[in-house]
Structure formats: structure tokens, C-alpha cells
């Protein structure tokens, strides 16, 4: 069995004053309080003391902001992976209030898949694919990706067996948090959960995905 460990870190706090679904939008950066999110990550895997061998983030500014200063605590250079990537969706670009607006319950005609955006089985695929090509690359340390919450999570219910469709309300999936696995006889398995940003989190707005 390895030693090796692969963790999703989330990106941290938006700069969205307007408080839209910025989804795959160009141009959102983290906030002030997203930079120290996103360094409290950095520190709690610097603080960790393992060796970090690859480090892959999404290719949206958010995530590479993220990344940052886990490239400089770590001393790894930042890979890009589509695969990592926000899903997509169709309130894109719009307010969260406009899940209450009747003229858009049409798009929520099928939560299961959802209706309103790709697959959960898609995004759950991808990420899938994206960890297990990382893991069979050659190198030693641990890989660290960094993502968004939708597809963190895809790959926690997946890897843990449960049902993709779920509550987007619901999810245990906070900014800048680290899910660890291991690969185990061939198999993923979900070892740890943290929060590193968590005294910052009362003082942070998360509005930004479905």
C-alpha cells in the first residue's frame, strides 16, 4: 500500500460583490479574505510535513489564485486540468435569488441529473479520471488538487459509494477545505476532512455555484 495521499482543496472566498452564479465566468478572482483562506490551506498542508509531488489546480482564476500559495509553501509548480473545472450551469451569470422566481422552475424539472446543468455523473467521472490518471503518474509525494465544490464533492459521494444526486444546500464542502484519499488495493478511500479556514469562514460569503 502507498503512502502517498491525494487531496481536493477547495478555492477560497470569491470577490462577487453582486452575488451572481459566476460558475465557468471569466474574471472571478478570490476576495481579500479569499488570499488568507487560501494561505491558511497552504499552511495547514505545509504543516502537515508531507512532500507534495504534484500540485493541479482548474484552470479558472479562482482556483489558480488558490493554488498559489500552495505552489510557494510547497515548492511545486502548478499544473492545469480541465477536468477540475466548475460545472456547468444554466443560472449562470444570474443572482441566487433567482432559484425563487417562478419563471425559471422550469430548469428544475429533473433534480436527479440535475436539469440544470452537467451531469452529476459526468462530473464525477472526470474527476475520477483526473485522480487516477494523477496517482499512476510517476513521482513521489502527495498530489494536491484544487477545484471547486461541486466536483469535490461528486468525487466524495462516488468514491464513497453514495447516491450522486444529493441537496447542493447540503454539502460538507466548506472554502478552502482539504479531502484526503488514499488509493487502496486498487480503490479510492476518503481518509480525512479538514477545514483550515474555518475561524474565517462567519466573515465570508459563498454564493457563487449551484
Known sequence: MSDRQLHLVRHAEVQNPEGVLYGRL????????????????????????????????????RAQQSAAPISQAMGAEVEIDE??????????????SA?????????????FRPSWGEPYRWIADRVRAAMDDAWESEGDGDIVMVSHQAVIWAAHRDVNGEPLFHNP????????????????SGRWTEIDYRSPAAALLASSVDVGAV
Open 83 to 96: 477536468r477540475l473545472i466548475e460545472p456547468t450551469n444554466s443560472f449562470e451569470g444570474l443572482p441566487r
Open 169 to 184: 444546500a447540503k454539502r460538507r464542502c466548506e472554502l478552502s477545505s482539504i479531502t484526503s484519499f488514499e488509493r487502496r
Open 26 to 61: 471569466p474574471g472571478y478572482g478570490l476576495s481579500e479574505l479569499g488570499h488568507r483562506m487560501a494561505e491558511a490551506a497552504a499552511h495547514e498542508l505545509r504543516g502537515s510535513d508531507r512532500a507534495v509531488g504534484r500540485l493541479i489546480a482548474s484552470p479558472l482564476l
Open 99 to 111: 432559484f425563487g422566481r417562478p419563471r425559471y422552475w422550469h430548469r428544475f424539472w429533473n433534480p
